[in-house]
C-alpha cells in the first residue's frame, strides 16, 4: 500500500505540473489534504480506504467547530479532485466525496447602522462644504433614511409629476411616487425632516441648469426633470449616490462607511423596533414576498439581546462571571 504522504506529494506534483495550477492553488490543495490526512490518521484509515460515512463525519465536525459552509465546500472540492485522481489512478474503486456537500450557509443579515448613528448622518452638516451640493446631499440621505428608497428608485425620481416619470416626489401630499422592482409603482411618505431638506435642495437646484431651462423641467423623466442632478445638470447616477452617501458618512464622523442600501436597512430595522408592524414595513420597503422582510426580525432580535445584555441585571451578572 502507498504511503498517505507519498500520494499526496504525488498528486500535488500532479496539480502543479500537468495541471499547471497556480502556486498559490496549490499552497492551499496542500493545506486541505493536511487536513484530510489528519482526520484519517485519527480513525486509523489509509487514505485509500476512506468511506463516505466517515467525510460526512469529518464534514460536521468542521461545521460544529464554527468553519463557514463555503470555507467547507471548498474544502470538500480538493478533497474531490484528489479522490478522483486517486480513481483515475486505480487506486480506489469510488469517490468519497462525491455525494458530500457543504452545510448552507446562512444568508448573512443586512448591515444597518444603530439609531445613534443613523441621526447622527442624518443631522450633519458642513459650513465648509459647497451650499449647492451640501443641500442635494443632505436631501438624499433624509429620503434614503426617512422613506426606505432603493438607490435605484432615488435616482427614478423627477422633481415634478408627469405621464412619462419613473418616479416624483408631491411635496404638499408629503408622499413619494416610486417605481421599484418589476416595475411596481408604490407610495411612501416623506418625514417632516426630509420634506425640509427636500425644499432647501429644491430652492436651490435648478442653478445647475442652463438659464433657458431654469423654472421648466422638461417632460418624460428627462435629466432636466430628475430630482436629484449633477452640477452638469444631469440625473445622478447609482454609483454617484453611493460615493456620495459614502463620503458624507466619513465627513460625519461614523466609524464605517455608508452605502444607501445600509440606509433601507436601517430604515426598515429601526421602523421595526418601534411599531413591530411587520407587514407594514413589507408594504413600505416593496417587498412582494413577506419572508424578504423577516429577516428584519431577526435584526430587532439582536437590538433587543444587546438592550438585555447591557441593562438586565442578570445579564450583568452573567457576563461578570458571578454566581
Known amino acids: 500500500m502507498v ?42 484509515v489509509a487514505l485509500t480506504q476512506v ?20 470555507g467547507i465546500a471548498l474544502i470538500l472540492s480538493g478533497w474531490r479532485g484528489f479522490y478522483v485522481w486517486l ?38 452638516a ?33 422633481a415634478v409629476a408627469s405621464l412619462a416619470a419613473p418616479g416624483w416626489i408631491d411635496l404638499d401630499a408629503a408622499e ?45 423623466g428627462t435629466a432636466q426633470a430628475a430630482l436629484f442632478i449633477g452640477r452638469n445638470g444631469t440625473r445622478l447616477t447609482a454609483q454617484s449616490i453611493w460615493q456620495r452617501v459614502k463620503r458624507r458618512s466619513q465627513q460625519a464622523g461614523l466609524a464605517t462607511p455608508v452605502h444607501p442600501h445600509m440606509l433601507r ?6 421602523l421595526l423596533q418601534s411599531s413591530s408592524d411587520l407587514r407594514a414595513v413589507q408594504e413600505l420597503l416593496g417587498h412582494v414576498s413577506i419572508t424578504t422582510t423577516q429577516v428584519y426580525t431577526r435584526l430587532d432580535f439582536q437590538h433587543l439581546a444587546k438592550a438585555y445584555d447591557a441593562a438586565h441585571p442578570r445579564a450583568k451578572i452573567k457576563s461578570s462571571g458571578q454566581k
Open 3 to 44: 504511503d498517505d504522504a507519498v500520494l499526496i506529494e504525488r498528486y500535488l506534483a500532479h496539480v502543479r505540473f500537468e495541471k499547471r495550477l497556480a502556486e498559490r492553488t496549490v499552497t492551499l490543495y496542500s493545506l486541505d489534504l493536511q487536513k484530510l490526512q489528519g482526520y484519517a490518521a485519527q480513525v486509523s
Open 51 to 70: 468511506q463516505n460515512s466517515h467525510i460526512r463525519r469529518w464534514v460536521a465536525q468542521m461545521h460544529g467547530g464554527g468553519r463557514s459552509g463555503r
Open 87 to 124: 480513481g483515475r489512478e486505480g487506486l480506489v474503486h469510488s469517490n468519497p466525496v462525491q455525494d458530500v456537500r457543504a452545510p448552507k450557509a446562512g444568508k448573512p443579515l443586512p448591515k444597518a447602522l444603530s439609531v445613534d448613528d443613523s441621526v447622527q448622518l442624518a443631522r450633519f
Open 126 to 158: 458642513s459650513d465648509r462644504n459647497d451650499p449647492w451640493l451640501e443641500a442635494r446631499d443632505a436631501a438624499i440621505v433624509e429620503l434614503l433614511y426617512g422613506s426606505g428608497l432603493r438607490v435605484g428608485e432615488l435616482t427614478g425620481l423627477d
Open 176 to 220: 413619494a411616487h416610486v417605481l421599484g422592482k418589476g416595475a411596481k409603482r408604490r407610495t411612501v411618505p416623506v418625514g417632516r425632516k426630509a420634506l425640509a431638506a427636500l425644499t432647501r435642495w429644491l430652492a436651490l437646484r435648478d442653478q445647475a441648469l442652463p438659464l433657458a431651462a431654469q423654472g421648466t423641467p422638461a417632460p418624460g
Open 265 to 270: 436597512h436601517s430604515f426598515a430595522s429601526h
